[in-house]
């Protein structure tokens, strides 16, 4: 089973400011098959990224998504209040479904 | 609109069993692959099981093979998981979510996903 290791874990920034976040994956992913997920408190996770770069529909582009083989990275340029959130990252190309990340928490400094 | 909404969770004895239904509208749901991902209480995500377009195939993790089943009624825009066996460490919130692609070529990134229905396990 490919583990997926997303750092930091806690991510304490300001509005305005850029964020980078970190998912390594134990072994190449294949077609770098990695997505990206938001989640706020009490809602469902919303997909940012599929296929490592590509945009979800109405995703804002101050979302990024980049990297391949085992190290993926997704970039906010500037945050926007409501971009405050858990991040999650998932793998799905080694088994239907993949597995996802512990997470990162982007969170107010 | 595109939606998902699940029903079907609540509190249940160790060892008992429930099933969540997830209803499906603003898309047809023949063409798509679907799956059920879960949340512990303060924890990180977790795919559970997905669903060919048609139903013929399906996966399960690990940790609910052989006491979960998935199913589709395609014709009722429903998709169903039936939770045998339950454990403590199944208390989770359970999403339903729809894959991207269609019934061609199926990428299991989630794009759409209901707004939870909560499973606890305990006596």
């Known amino acids: 089973e490919i583990v997926l290791t997303q750092s930091p874990g806690t991510l304490s920034l300001s509005p305005g400011e850029r964020a980078t976040l970190s998912c390594r994956a134990s072994q190449s992913l294949t077609n770098n098959y990695l997505a990206w997920y938001q989640q706020k408190v009490g809602q469902a996770p919303r997909l940012l990224i599929y296929g490592a770069s590509s945009r979800a529909t109405a995703v804002p582009d101050r979302f990024s998504g980049s990297g391949s083989g085992t190290d993926f990275t997704l970039s906010i340029s500037r945050l926007e209040p409501e971009d405050f959130a858990v991040y999650y990252c998932q793998q799905y190309g080694s088994s239907p479904g993949g597995t996802f990340g512990q997470g990162t928490k982007v969170e107010i400094k | 609109e595109v939606q998902l909404l699940e029903s079907g969770g609540g509190l249940v004895q160790p060892g008992g069993s429930l099933r969540l239904s997830c209803a499906v509208s603003g898309f047809p749901l023949r063409n798509h692959a679907m799956s059920w991902v879960r949340q512990a209480p303060g924890k990180g995500l977790e795919w559970v099981s997905v669903?060919?377009?048609?139903?013929?195939?399906?996966y399960y993790a690990d940790s609910v093979k052989g006491r979960f089943t998935i199913s589709r009624d395609n014709s009722k825009n429903t998709l169903f998981l039936q939770m045998n066996s339950l454990r403590a460490e199944d208390t989770a919130v359970y999403y339903c979510t729809k894959a991207m692609g269609d019934i061609n070529y199926v990428i299991f990134a989630f794009d759409i996903w209901g707004q939870g229905t909560m499973v606890t396990v305990s006596s």
């Open positions: 669903i060919g377009p048609g139903g013929g195939a399906t």
